[in-house]
């Protein structure tokens, strides 16, 4: 006999009031639709659950409004809703703040949330379990293995008969080295690595692959943030983890399987985001290094006329008053640092 457990796995929600500055739509609209899309899925699957790896928030700053709207939002996912911590949802990397956080008002408030940060979960499977913990993000996150790895081994109560393992985290879980991070076959070859280890964190994620004896799973974001060409390109999606107990008598004896699916409310990243910004930024820079150049062909002759040769070379270029002001706060800077 076969039994099967399911989960929707979905990546940072970032959940906020206001739009980033390279959306060009409605963004927490968006983020709506795509929820009631993850809640339709759930339950079309007949998942035990939806996974949230971290930063269901933007910021642990957001507005009573906002949490409101987020409340309503995951109040309505027919089916339980394990979530953990991401360096969004807490102030400073410090997990101590967490108390103080729209995070967890929402994970007290909110009947089907369950925040693995404080408490394991067990899913039965026939006749044993399956155990799903969480580590929140902290200070200490990729400056060793131990967010990715099975917590408290010595602590499994004998008669939950917990046999296989999945794992949250939310950090820079890689295939390659970038920045802070932590290396997917380092954890893959580590003797306490669970079954499924599944992170948030990184927004283009990686899908989902096999190492080792462990199901790696970042479908990549719920959101997008950024006009990155990365961003711009991908699919918004996530993933459905199935994991299929043959209940035979043999402990542990169990398949997982991922299936990644798009999200078709999601948009083409190029309706929803605009670079326009960016070109703006990359001009204005172009600019103010122009007007740098220009300053100094006047000569260091006329140095502490400074004020003076920056508004006549503003005048005769017609350069816009807010490089001129950028030019000015360089200089001064520069002087200050020379000692000027």
Same mark, same amino acid.
């Given at each position: ?6 989960? $929707? ?45 971290? =930063?269901?928030? =933007? ?49 007290? $408030? ?36 131990? =967010? ?5 081994? =010595? ?75 990365? /961003? ?38 190029? /309706? ?7 070109? /703006? ?44 002001? /950028? ?14």
């Amino acid at each position: 006999m076969s039994n099967a457990v399911r989960f $929707i796995v979905t990546g940072d929600l970032h959940y906020r009031g206001t739009n980033p500055r390279a959306r060009t739509d409605d963004f927490q609209a968006a983020l709506n639709t795509k929820l009631s899309e993850v809640d339709l899925l759930a339950r079309t699957h007949s998942c035990d659950g939806v996974i949230i790896p971290g =930063d269901i928030t =933007d910021s642990p700053g957001i507005t009573l409004p906002v949490i409101g709207d987020l409340y309503t939002r995951l109040a309505q996912v027919e089916k339980p809703v394990y979530v953990i911590p991401g360096n969004h949802d807490v102030w400073g990397a410090n997990t101590a703040t967490l108390s103080r956080t729209p995070y967890r008002l929402l994970a007290r $408030i909110t009947s089907n949330i369950y925040d693995l940060s404080r408490y394991e979960q067990l899913i039965p499977s026939g006749s044993e379990y399956i155990r799903i913990t969480g580590s929140p993000y902290s200070a200490m996150t990729d400056r060793g293995l131990g =967010d990715y790895l099975v917590p408290n081994l =010595d602590a499994q109560k004998e008669w939950t008969h917990t046999a296989l393992n999945i794992h949250v985290a939310h950090g820079m879980l890689l295939d390659y080295p970038l920045g802070r991070y932590t290396l997917i076959d380092d954890v893959a070859n580590h003797p306490d690595a669970p079954d499924v280890l599944i992170c948030g964190h990184e927004h283009i994620g990686f899908g989902a692959i096999k190492r080792g004896n462990t199901t790696f799973i970042n479908p990549g974001a719920l959101c997008r943030l950024t006009a990155h060409p990365a /961003e711009i390109e991908r699919q918004v999606q996530v993933c459905l983890l199935t994991i299929e107990h043959d209940d035979s008598g043999q402990t542990g004896d169990f398949t997982v399987s991922t299936e990644l699916i798009p999200l078709q409310s999601a948009r083409p990243g190029h /309706e929803v985001l605009s670079r326009e910004h960016l070109e /703006e930024q990359a001009s204005r820079e172009e600019l103010i290094s122009s007007f740098m150049a220009l300053l100094a062909e006047e000569g260091e002759g006329k140095f502490l006329e400074t004020r003076d040769i920056v508004e006549d070379i503003a005048r005769r270029e017609h350069i816009p008053q807010d490089v001129v002001d /950028e030019a000015l706060k360089r200089i001064g800077q520069a002087r200050e640092a020379l000692g000027v």
